[in-house]
Structure formats: structure tokens, C-alpha cells
């Protein structure tokens, strides 16, 4: 049965790896050797450990922006024409480089979670959307139900949902819906015509009326300003769902009055904590789970007033969080997938910013060709991997994604992904430099199969594989040949036979099924 009670058993490097795949973009073995010496609990004050925010992108080596000098933002600057391509681009490279940060911490997993949940896309200023991701980026730890009501007059997002066109005359819904269905209630179970259980047609019109009167100022500095001539002033009563309340006019405030009806609901809480649960942990949500795991962390979260860290601390520090069948049991997203083996292994950008900033795009392009470009969400609902049953974390697998993926994995760990002359690609020397001893193949296999798997390997999986390394012999052949290297490290063709070896060992596993899951 599951369990929320605090994980007591025995917190080993499986579990430890099970974490950071779940909490980070990856970490390095270093870091990872760090973190064996802590404690669970100690970990995860790690991992929630707070961070400043980023400098925000900058102008890399567009010559013709007017307003902003290569090496300066552009996030605050006036917007003349023909320069968004470039500063769209800048933004998904830039947002892109900070998950690559190596840091064993949740803000940037959190990061996008939140955009997954928020979502907004097909902004045409770039400005906006940076605004949004900052907004996202600095509460991603916070208040969800703070956050909530930042986003309902978030520049992007009263651009996405036509916030900006709702008003007293022309009451627009868009966001009144999406607010209740996706971002804080959920739509239940129809119960009649117009009535979803959680909220009625009728709440979408009178919350729309309570949400009128924002509008985004384009000019500098960019901001939204609430306009009390566009606002409906009259009453607005909802349905039987709410119990009748009545919202009376507040004015610029009226829009914290809503959030807080909704959010003294309970199935504000259970919403959320299911959005995370299926984030975080799995996609299966039966009866026992929703007994055993949402409904009390839902309690958490109303008991912490809606502050998320304690509740998402207890629900990544239980017992279920590390089943057995908990671990492994996702499909990794494009994001995790091509930027946490960079990450894992270390692998190093270039100095040159202009030359990092065209093969960063390049990991974007990547991403995006995988279905899942940041800021590119197919609709308000997010990613269908996260919410369209029964396939979920499944949709990820495709014809059109699984040869991106092994393309990607292929070069990654062997020619390297070009950009003019650079490359960007494993170093295995590196990583073999990191294991106390390189030169023990089973060492090396558990510290390897521990980086790139969920779970250990079957015998026959682990024998097979070995004799990559030790070339179908005994172990002691690969001891010899990396012996013979260290020895000799100048001879090209010693070093080239153990980069063989550990090289091809890396792609093969790179290709296993076993390897996309997470």
C-alpha cells in the first residue's frame, strides 16, 4: 500500500540517483559522490536550497538591434522592428543553458514544471515571455496560490488567454475557464448540463466579469495597469458550487478576491497535488494513491497556507516516492533527455558566446524536433504526456522522436554534436578520471550503469555488456589496457583502444531501452 509516512530504510546510491533524476537536469559523479555522505533529509535541504535569480540573456551578436548594444539586455529595452526573431531566439537559448547548470537543486526542474502548469506560448514579444519565466522562476518554491494570483495579471498571460481583452462590454472567458479547469480546480466529473463538478458555466462568466479592467502597457517600463473603465462593477454571483458567494466590486483588487474563493476549495489542493504527484513521481493515480498520498499531501498544502516546499519535501522524502515500482517507471522528456547526460557527464560549452549560443540552438531545434520546445507547449493544457491517458509519459516515444534521440545519444558520446569547429561530446577520459578505479571493469560498469539507468541490470544484461570492455575475455584484459594507457599515456594508440572500449560501451547503453526511462 502506498505510504506518505517519511522514507526510514536505508537510504542507498539507487535511491539517491532515483531523487536527482526526479529533482535536477542531472549532476556530475562528483557532485553525486558529495551527496552519498548526506542523509536523505540532508539531501533534500540540498536540493530546495534557494537560488538568486539568473542575469537575464543578453545580445550575443545581433549588429543591428538599435536600443541594445551586443553584450547588454534587451529584456527592458524598446522594441523596434525586426529584432524578436533574434531575441526569441536568445530567450529558449538562454533558458535553456541555465537547466544546464549542473547544480543539485529543484528550482529549474520546478522552473518548468510551473510552465507546464502556466502555461503560455505564441507570445510575440519576447520581452513578455521573459517577464513570465522570471515570475515562474522566482516563485517556483513559493506560494502556489500567490503565484496564482501573479499570474492572472501576468503580462504573457493577459496576452495568451485575451486578459487584455476582457472588459465590461466584452467580457472575455478564455482565462475565467482555464483558471478553473486547468490551474486550480480541475474540471470534474460532469453533473449536468454546464456543471463540472468543481465549477459551473455560470462561475466562468461571473468570474470573467470579476477579471476585467487589465490591460499590458507596451510602452516602457512594460507593465499591466488595471483601467477601472473597463472593469464590470456590478455584482457577480456564482454558482451552488461556491455556495452562492456574491462578489461585490473591489476594483483593482477584485481579482484576489476570486483566487481566494477558489482557493478555499479543497480541490484546489487536490489539483495541484496530482499535477505534481504525476510530475514528480508517476502517472498511475488510483483509489490507494489518491487516499494514501494526494489527499494528505493536499492537507500539507492547506495547512502551509499553499506554500509548496514542505508539501512537495514530504511527498519526494515518503515511503512511495521510492517503491520499487516508482523507480524507472517514467519515460524521460526531450528536456531531461538531451540535457541531463551533458550535465552527468560534465560536458563543457564553449567560451566563445556566439559560438555557445548557436549550438545551444542547436540543442533547442533538438528539443523541439523531440515535442517539446520550451515555450512551444501544443496548448494551454500543457505537454499530453502529463495529463492525456492512458499513454502519458508513453506519447514521448514516437517515430518521429525515437531516431532524434538515438541520433542525438550517437553523436553525444562519440563524434560529438558539431558547431563549426567545436564539438560537443562526451569526454570519457574525463569520467573514467572521476572513478576511484577506472581500471576495474565491474567498478566502472556499476558506476556507469548507475548514471545512465533507473535500476540495475539483469546478469545476463551486465555479462553481455562487459564484454564491450574487456573484449569478450576476462576482466583483467580491460585492467590491462587501461593500466597500459596510464602507463603510457602518450601513446596514441593505447589511448585510442581504451577511447574505443569505453566509447562504444557508452553508446550502446545510450541505445538500450532501458536507458529513456527515468
Known sequence: MASFNKYSGAFTPLHLAHLLRRTTYGVSLETVKELRKKSLGQVIDTLFTPQALPQPPINVSYTTDPDVPIGTTWVDKGNSANVNNYRRASLKIWQLELLMSKQPNITEKLTIFWHNHF??????????????????????????????????????????????????????????????????????????????????ETDVKEIAKALTGWVDVRALPLRVEYRANRHTTTDKTLSHRFNNIVIK???????????????????????????????FVGSNIDQSIEDEIIIPMAELLRKNNYEIAEPLKALLSCEHFYDACNIGNMIKNPVDFILTPLNQFEVTLPDDLALKERLVGKL????????????????????????????????????????????????????GIAQGTFRLKIDAFKWLSSIATPNNPNQLMDELILTLFSNPLAVNQYDYIKTILTGGVTDSAWTDIYDGYIADPTSVTKKNLVNTRITSLIVYMMRMPEYHLS
Open 249 to 279: 466590486n473591489e476594483g483593482e483588487d477584485e481579482y484576489k478576491k476570486v483566487i481566494d474563493i477558489i482557493f478555499d476549495r479543497e480541490e484546489t489542493a487536490l489539483h495541484i497535488s496530482r499535477k505534481l504527484y504525476r510530475w
Open 364 to 415: 533547442f531545434t533538438t528539443s523541439a524536433n523531440m515535442q517539446m520546445g520550451l515555450f512551444e507547449a501544443p496548448s494551454v493544457a500543457g505537454w499530453a504526456a502529463y495529463y492525456q491517458t492512458p499513454n502519458y509519459y508513453r506519447l514521448w516515444l514516437n517515430a518521429t522522436s525515437l531516431p532524434s534521440r538515438k541520433t542525438y545519444t550517437d553523436a553525444l558520446a562519440s563524434v
Open 119 to 200: 502555461v503560455t506560448a505564441d507570445i510575440n514579444d519576447p520581452r513578455y515571455s521573459y517577464l513570465y519565466i522570471t515570475l515562474l522562476r522566482q516563485n517556483a518554491l513559493g506560494n502556489f496560490k500567490q503565484l496564482t494570483k501573479d499570474i492572472t495579471i501576468d503580462i504573457a498571460m493577459l496576452y495568451y488567454l485575451n486578459g487584455r481583452e476582457n472588459t465590461r462590454t466584452a467580457p472575455n472567458e478564455n482565462f475565467a475557464r482555464e483558471l478553473m479547469e486547468l490551474f486550480t480546480l480541475g474540471k470534474g466529473v460532469e453533473a449536468g448540463p454546464g456543471d463540472y463538478t468543481t465549477f459551473t
